[in-house]
């Protein structure tokens, strides 16, 4: 059965706290991505990675940055955490176009920033 | 560019009455089409998908939903929807050389007892 999981499911910080945010797939899937979930607005994409050390910007990459290091993992990284991010995230993984077709969701992290 | 349009944000229904949640998509290629669907707190589950093919697709919890190349569209349906179904579901599009997917945002189905 497909996993990705999530660090945490609820996460209280502070304003300007670095924050992190892990994500982990056991499909062995070459894509990753990190979304914000936000009423009325949907799914937005943070970044996503292709593979192992490469990223790229989605649609609202600013104040946010990632991190692939092993191809299982996908980090979310909030440098300086502001009221403004409070949000639930989600982390997804999918294999390459033409591979496979489907995306798989972790569990969501609702982050609130103080 | 993608875009995918839900055109009702919320969608009020009685249970055991059919339901229909509208998708129009746009995309000057071919594209792969999907329905998820959230329960409170949790993440998303793939509902249904459509990559080719017969046009009807069939997915989890009875749901279904059409292919119309013509119309742009992917709207799903259920002929009877039942207290469980409450839940965001949410339309997404894939091109089918690309690694990205794009989603709609959103709709909020209420089934009413």
């Known amino acids: 059965d497909v996993k990705v999981t999530q660090s945490s499911r609820y996460l209280v910080k502070r304003t300007g706290e670095k924050v992190f945010l892990e994500c982990v797939q056991d499909m062995d899937h070459e894509n990753m991505f990190w979304y914000r979930q936000d009423p009325g607005l949907g799914l937005r994409l943070i970044y996503f990675?292709?593979?192992?050390?490469?990223?790229e910007k989605g649609d609202i990459p600013e104040g946010y940055s990632v991190s692939r290091e092993k191809k299982e993992r996908f980090s979310l990284i909030l440098e300086s955490a502001s009221t403004n991010q409070t949000s639930m995230y989600l982390c997804?993984?999918?294999?390459?176009?033409?591979?496979?077709?489907?995306?798989?969701f972790g569990p969501g992290t609702r982050l609130t920033v103080l | 560019a993608q875009s995918v349009t839900q055109l009702d944000s919320q969608v009020p229904v009685f249970e055991e009455a059919p339901v229909e949640l509208r998708c129009n998509y746009s995309?000057?290629?071919?594209?792969?089409l999907f329905w998820y669907v959230q329960y409170p707190n949790q993440g998303l589950q793939l509902l249904l998908k459509y990559l080719s093919g017969s046009t009807l697709v069939k997915g989890i919890n009875g749901f279904e939903a059409e292919f119309n190349k013509s119309q742009t569209s992917f709207h799903l349906r259920k002929p009877s929807v039942h207290i469980s179904d409450t839940a965001e579901y949410f339309c997404?599009?894939?091109?089918?050389?690309?690694?990205?997917?794009?989603f709609g945002t959103g709709t909020s189905l209420t089934v009413i007892p």
């Open positions: 990675s292709y593979d192992v050390k490469m990223k």
């Open positions: 997404a599009v894939r091109k089918n050389t690309g690694n990205q997917f794009y």
């Open positions: 995309s000057s290629v071919s594209v792969y």
């Open positions: 997804a993984s999918s294999e390459l176009a033409g591979v496979g077709d489907t995306q798989y």
